[in-house]
């Protein structure tokens, strides 16, 4: 299993602000659900940040997004390690599958690879 990708999750209703924010840090929008909106640099696509008001189809917001390249081997091994699942791994309309774990902090992890 490979990492694709890790992207900090700011929970805020300030998404307007944030978008120019980061956008003066050379940040442009790549997706814009409504409820969330992800950043990302044009010379680096990876590097991106996303702003969320609240997780329409999740229990809680995640605090950070871990993209993996087979999500069914992280969740078998975050499950079999006995860490807290906090959201079952499924397919969400957007094209991605995924789950949340908790982390040994506390911390929410959206852990996803895309369909």
């Known amino acids: 299993m490979a990492v694709r ?3 900090p999750i700011i ?12 956008g003066r840090l050379g940040f442009e929008e790549v ?11 044009p010379a680096t696509p990876t590097a991106q940040v996303s702003v969320v008001t609240a997780d329409r189809t999740a229990p809680v917001t995640p605090d950070m997004s871990v993209e993996v390249d087979d999500v069914e081997a992280a969740y078998a091994a975050m499950r ?20 949340f774990v908790r982390d ?3 911390r929410v992890v959206n852990v996803l690879s895309h369909r």
């Open 31 to 41: 997706m814009d659900l409504g409820w969330i909106t992800t950043l990302a640099s």
């Open 11 to 22: 929970q805020s209703e300030a998404v307007e602000d944030s978008r120019e924010f980061y």
């Open 80 to 99: 079999d390690s006995g860490a807290e699942i906090v959201h079952p791994l499924r397919d969400e309309e957007w094209g991605v599958r995924r789950f």
């Open 104 to 106: 040994p902090n506390g």
């Open 5 to 7: 990708r890790v992207m």
